[in-house]
């Protein structure tokens, strides 16, 4: 689903909300109530010049509307593999981002990510996954990397792993495995405002994500593991 398409379904024609490059920006009404919408589209890639606005649209809404909630719609590639971006700083960019983000939550603003197209790699990671909850259409493609590319980090043969992901989530692209894990809290499957509605109410104010995994079977160990970091001395 296009952009434009969703933001018509969910908040009608005259929503508001303005593309500029890869970026959108604006403020709708929902259910009588103002909500910031920020976010990128066509298969965006992060780069410095992208990642700035974002962060730069994050910190007007806190600066200028204290406890507005924020949409994040998420459509990107990743980050952008450019030499510019990296002599410029992309990583301290992206991690800009993720941080207003983090303040806004902080802030007390309810901060949700939604996935509607394509979201990989460091683009999500900064965006999407910081959000109180993720949620994410049923057609939207996530992962972070691909088989291939993950055989030559691990030094696994492509078969082992795509053996592995059969059977684990860890290994597999795809938004329902996302959903196994628990870094999508849900998909918006029917009744879109009805979906927006249901997050907004219940976004957690907590990082259940471990946990989810393993009520879903997703991932077995993280909470466990983060259970016994916490109880540490």
């Not at 981002?97 to 999500?124: K, N, T």
């Not at 059969?166 to 894990?181: D, I, K, L, R």
């Not at 259940?208 to 160990?221: E, I, K, M, T, V």
Request: contains cysteine; hydrophobic residues 45%; glycine residues 10%.
């Amino acid at each position: 689903m296009d952009w434009n398409t969703l933001a018509t379904t969910l908040f009608g024609a005259d929503h508001g909300i303005v593309r500029q490059g890869d970026l959108l920006r604006g403020t709708v009404r929902f259910d009588g109530a103002p909500l910031a919408v920020i976010g990128t589209t066509d298969h965006a890639p992060i780069g410095v010049r992208l990642a700035l606005a974002q962060a730069r649209a994050v910190l007007d809404t806190l600066a200028e509307h204290p406890g507005r909630p924020l949409l994040l719609l998420v459509d990107t590639q990743g980050q952008q593999l450019r030499r510019r971006d990296e002599l410029l700083g992309i990583n301290r960019a992206m991690a800009h981002l993720g941080m207003a983000i983090d303040l806004a939550r902080r802030r007390g603003h309810r901060v949700l990510g939604l996935v509607y197209d394509q979201a990989l790699s460091g683009g999500f990671i900064t965006s999407g996954l910081i959000a109180d909850a993720c949620d994410a259409l049923p057609d939207a493609e996530i992962r972070v990397m691909r088989i291939p590319a993950m055989a030559r980090v691990t030094k696994l043969p492509e078969a082992r792993l795509a053996e592995l992901s059969q059977s684990n989530p860890v290994f597999a692209p795809g938004v329902a495995n996302y959903v196994a894990m628990g870094g999508v809290r849900a998909l918006w499957d029917g009744d879109l405002q009805a979906a927006l509605r249901e997050a907004l109410a219940h976004a957690p104010r907590e990082d259940r994500r471990a946990a989810d995994g393993l009520a879903r079977g997703g991932r077995r160990l993280a909470a466990a593991v983060v259970q016994r970091v916490l109880d540490a001395p």
